[in-house]
């Protein structure tokens, strides 16, 4: 048996209790049910940041937030999720979880494997963080492209679970203060909007099923701050859109629904009021 727990009031039985006693058991209640549960806690926020250790996630958080994640030049700094507020001038917030760093093969349970990706389920938009320069995570792995990063960090998400690909999404490519950045983030933005021809150079078990559609693709540099206050300003925006897009999807359930019971209400009524043959 599995449950959740998403609001506060939210109830789950877990196990039944005993019989009380009674005459015909001589007032002896019975033995109650007896479960071993496991709990897991998965983090809510606004907006969850998908990216390979060393991306400079907890750097980006810390500037766009008041978070004060640890921060250092080795991977896996992040060991725990992190969260923090953007703050906006109209006192609006918008939650910010810094997960810890990916890994190929995280689905299987590498690295931090599902201690970071069952944080995914319950984030309402994903922030792509990727270095602009690519990614190698030691001396013994493949280098990976900026491209090739987010197929793999794609492939991830599709291979834990695939409703995760279906979030609205964001890339911010990161690191944009180093030599020649521009010429790489010029070459990411054509491979993402056309990647037939990169994704045919990429191994099978490197392509998803379906690509990620990022609303909006951000050159940012969390070491000088350069894009960062745009980057907040589309985090609000597609917030605000998606909230925009579920207020019209529920008001829209609910004309229906009231529109359902209102021909049932008319064909009751109606069926009420039509004479009865006599037999």
Known sequence: MAGELDKEGEKIRVARGGLGGSFSTDFLPSKGQKRIIHLDMKLI???????????????????????????AEYAFTTLKPELGKIVYSDYKQISVADLPGLIEGAHFNKGMGHK??????????????????????????PYRSAFETIQLLTMELQLYNKELLGKPALLAVNKMDLPNADQKFQQLVKQIENPAESLKLLPDDMIPDRPIEFKYILPVSAATGQGLDNLKSCIRKSIDEQADIELRELTQERLQSLQTESSQTVKRNLKKSLPRADH
């Open 45 to 71: 926020s606004d907006v969850g940041i998908v990216g390979f250790p060393n991306a400079g996630k907890s750097s980006l958080l810390s500037k766009i937030s008041h978070a004060k994640p640890q921060i």
């Open 116 to 141: 970071f990706l069952k944080h995914i389920e319950r984030t309402k938009h994903l922030l792509f963080v990727v270095d602009v320069m690519g990614f190698q995570l030691s001396y013994k792995t």
